[in-house]
């Protein structure tokens, strides 16, 4: 017994007799394998082009699809050649609809075969292809493409512009071990930074803290990205590093308190074992073991400025 996702081919010895069905189960295994990894490696929606355009003519309205793919819930793909010119009936319910491209298949009779030992000739040939329809909006079919969502509202249509789903990237992707070290980082130190400068010694950004604050800032949108490459993780750690060394090292932080001192001496020696961009994924997988060690002591410098701007507001 098989499962759903469970992949079955012909197993081909000497003297199988082949059938029509063997040969079609034999393109099915190949057929299904390319759309699991398409599904999982790129989930589903608009990939590129797929946009369209609403035009009103003097009875009736028309949607241009321009050409481009796109990839089905089952994995399908959807490839649109050319430019797809859609005649859209009016619907008779108001509410809101979804064009969708459909994956369709259909026996090319030009490729007329003969049947053995009888008269008869059958197709040889399945081409597929796709075909526009507009469906209502809870209509979500699995071998389709959604491009437009229009709204039919009093016997007139007009394109709604919200999202599509798109694919092309993967939007579901397991997210590294990395991203939760980098992430927990971004946030110890911008916890860091507003401690400091509710304290008396800084009032004043210097360019330091500017420049730090800013990679922080471009680290987090960077961390919403979901399914985040490990290079892209490794290079941020030790850009961020860089500039943190830069703002603890300055006249007026490293003195603030004795750990904040020693964080920023850890830092230089994390900093200057960086590893470049022209270095491999495993020097950068060993220098990331110390940029891990430097979570603890970051951890404590939020707790010990944490108590000392409480202390110094209590006595105010």
């Known amino acids: 017994m098989t499962s759903r996702e469970d992949l079955v081919r012909l197993n081909a010895f000497e003297g199988l007799c082949l059938t029509a069905g063997d040969l079609v189960s034999e393109q099915l295994y190949h057929r299904n394998a ?9 989930g589903h929606g608009v990939v590129q082009g797929l946009a369209v355009e609403l035009n009103q003519r003097v009875d009736r309205y028309e949607a241009v699809v321009s050409a481009g793919f796109g990839l089905a819930r089952s994995g399908q793909g959807m490839h649109l050649p050319a430019d797809l010119l859609v005649p859209l009936e009016m619907q008779e319910v108001d509410g809101d609809y979804v064009l969708w491209l459909l994956h369709v298949e259909r026996e090319d009779p030009s490729s007329a075969r ?7 000739s059958r197709p040889s040939r399945i081409v597929e292809s796709v075909e526009a329809r ?15 969502r229009l709204r039919v509202r009093l016997g007139r249509m007009a394109h709604v512009h919200v999202p599509v789903p798109r694919a092309g990237r993967v939007e579901r992707a397991a997210e590294s071990w990395l991203k939760p070290r980098v992430t927990r980082y971004v946030e110890l130190n911008r916890s860091v930074m507003l401690l400091l400068f509710r304290t008396s010694r800084l009032h004043e950004l210097s360019i330091a803290a500017y420049g730090f604050y800013a990679a922080l800032v471009g680290a987090e949108f960077l961390l919403i990205e979901e399914g985040t490459a490990d290079t892209v993780l490794y290079r941020t750690a030790g850009s961020l590093v860089r500039h943190a060394r830069t703002f603890f090292d300055a006249d007026g932080v490293r003195d603030v308190t004795e750990r904040i001192g020693q964080l920023a001496t850890l830092l230089q020696a994390v900093d200057d074992a960086s590893p470049t961009s022209a270095h491999d994924a495993r020097l950068w997988q060993a220098w990331f073991e110390q940029f891990e060690r430097l979570l603890p002591p970051l951890e404590r410098a939020v707790e010990e400025l944490q108590a000392t701007v409480e202390a110094r507001s209590e006595g105010r």
């Open 114 to 120: 003969p049947i053995f030992d009888t008269a008869d």
């Open 34 to 42: 390319q759309r699991r990894h398409a599904r999982y490696l790129s």
């Open 134 to 148: 507009l469906l209502p909006a809870e209509a979500e079919p699995d071998d389709g493409v959604a491009v437009a």
